[in-house]
T-cell receptor
Framework: QKEVEQDPGPLSVPEGAIVSLNCTYS??????FMWYRQYSRKGPELLMY????GNKEDGRFTAQVDKSSKYISLFIRDSQPSDSATYLC???????????FGTGTKLQVIP | NAGVTQTPKFQVLKTGQSMTLQCAQD?????MSWYRQDPGMGLRLIHY???????DQGEVPNGYNVSRSTTEDFPLRLLSAAPSQTSVYFC???????????????FGSGTRLTVV
């Protein structure tokens, strides 16, 4: 079993929809949680970075961490065609030097 | 501000050939790493470095060598290329605080390598 599980999709939604992307994990030591966005044939770019449980909002993006359920989510409000990309979750324990990535969920926002 | 620069962007190698993938960053990040990305397997860590002169193995180090002589540069060497090394390679860097990662990675744009 992988330490981080992520549904590969693809996920297709109409423009303006609220998108929910999720990851589950098995390592209870994970404390730092990240979401990256990767456009086709590009490198991943950091979207959200959170520490421990709770919510963090940045514009149309909200990251949510539920450590009791070992579950993290990324919500995208008012989705746009420019949000079409692969979204990677990532996480690491505190005091560690390696990050574990999910395999990514491909999102398509249809105009 | 260039961030993380990888060269070349594309490369085709014959089985058994060697080559070096270059990575340079201009953000004075202590931490640098190499990942490979394959369909269905996500990003897998090959090697990483927490400063000049310090390197360590990641999840899939076999067939690859690294060195870190300066803070800015972290080249990845393929010793004898094999078709299983066909992949997209990403270099990433990060700030470190008190010896551990802080704030997420900055990635380069990747090198697409095909071994025939």
């Amino acid at each position: 079993q992988k330490e981080v599980e992520q549904d590969p999709g693809p996920l297709s939604v109409p423009e303006g929809a609220i998108v929910s992307l999720n990851c589950t994990y098995s390592n209870s030591a994970f404390q730092y949680f990240m979401w990256y966005r990767q456009y086709s044939r590009k490198g991943p770019e950091l979207l959200m970075y959170t520490y421990s449980s709770g919510n963090k909002e940045d514009g149309r993006f909200t990251a949510q961490v539920d450590k009791s359920s070992k579950y993290i989510s990324l919500f995208i409000r008012d989705s746009q065609p420019s949000d079409s990309a692969t979204y990677l979750c990532a996480m690491s324990p505190r005091g560690y030097q390696k990050v574990t990535f999910g395999t990514g969920t491909k999102l398509q926002v249809i105009p | 501000n260039a961030g993380v620069t990888q060269t070349p962007k594309f490369q085709v190698l014959k089985t058994g050939q060697s080559m070096t993938l270059q990575c340079a960053q201009d953000m004075n990040h202590e931490y640098m790493s190499w990942y490979r990305q394959d369909p269905g397997m996500g990003l897998r860590l090959i090697h990483y470095s927490v400063g000049a002169g310090i390197t360590d193995q990641g999840e899939v180090p076999n067939g690859y060598n690294v060195s870190r002589s300066t803070t800015e540069d972290f080249p990845l060497r393929l010793l004898s290329a094999a078709p299983s090394q066909t992949s997209v390679y990403f270099c990433a860097s990060s700030v470190m605080t008190a010896g551990y990662l802080e704030g997420g990675y900055t990635f380069g744009s990747g090198t697409r390598l095909t071994v025939v």
